[in-house]
Antibody
Framework: QVQLVESGGGLVKPGGSLRLSCEAS????????MSWIRQAPGKGLEWLSY????????SYADSVKGRFTISRDIAKNSVYLQMNNLRAEDTAVYYC??????????????WGQGVLVTVSS | QSVLTQPPSVSGAPGQRVTISCTGS?????????VHWYQQVPGAAPKLLIY???NRPSGVPDRFSASKSGTSASLVITGLQAEDEAHYFC????????????FGGGTKLTVL
């Protein structure tokens, strides 16, 4: 069965950095786009970034562009989110999700359990 | 402020029917981009509920249905059950944004 397991969350000071990991299993990882999505406490979902199958294309939400970097390691069946210059407003649960490419708009068919990132001094 | 607008909350008694709306614009739903729906029960990750406007993944009961027309979409839940109490989010693509995958603000469904 499809499994996505995030790790790397925790408490970090404003201006600090953190790297999230998401290990995938139960499917051919190299066949899918992957995304990171977050949810601030008590708030809705915010898509952050996706990476294409070949890693040649990435896309970011304006809120994280220039601060966050998505990458993937096919050999390790993993996708990563490097988060730099963190702000209090980045405090959220971060989910990785398997993305289904669809010409009229992609969607997310499997999600990890999420990892909490808290940015506070 | 989300690009896709949902009512913050809806409610219904067990057995009743509820509808959750998702309103977009000419750069997303109105531009013929499809809408997808997710269910998030308290304390859990979101789960795909409806994809490509009106398709249910395996395992989703047929009490859940959805449709899209123009710049709007709707999720309908019939025969409401206690376990349907959750947050529901619509999601689509917006061609005017550099980060194009968008969610609605979410709707909390309360089963009375």
């Amino acid at each position: 069965q499809v499994q996505l397991v995030e790790s790397g969350g925790g408490l970090v000071k404003p201006g600090g950095s953190l790297r999230l990991s998401c290990e995938a299993s139960g499917f051919i990882f190299s066949d899918y786009y992957m995304s990171w999505i977050r949810q601030a406490p008590g708030k809705g979902l915010e898509w952050l970034s996706y990476i294409s199958i070949t890693r040649s294309f990435t896309s970011y939400a304006d809120s994280v562009k220039g601060r966050f970097t998505i990458s993937r390691d096919i050999a390790k069946n993993s996708v990563y989110l490097q988060m730099n210059n963190l702000r209090a407003e980045d405090t959220a649960v971060y989910y990785c999700a398997r993305q289904i490419y669809h010409d009229a708009g992609d969607y997310f068919d499997f999600w990890g359990q999420g990892v909490l990132v808290t940015v506070s001094s | 402020q989300s690009v896709l607008t949902q009512p913050p909350s809806v409610s219904g008694a067990p057995g009743q029917r509820v509808t959750i709306s998702c309103t977009g614009s000419s750069s997303n739903l109105g531009a013929d981009y499809d809408v997808h729906w997710y269910q998030q029960v308290p304390g859990a990750a979101p789960k795909l509920l409806i994809y490509i406007n009106d398709n249910r993944p395996s395992g989703v009961p047929d009490r859940f249905s959805a449709s899209k027309s123009g710049t709007s979409a709707s999720l309908v839940i019939t025969g409401l059950q206690a376990e349907d109490e959750a947050h529901y989010f619509c999601q689509s693509y917006d061609r005017s944004l550099s980060g194009p995958l968008i969610f609605g603000g979410g709707t909390k469904l309360t089963v009375l």
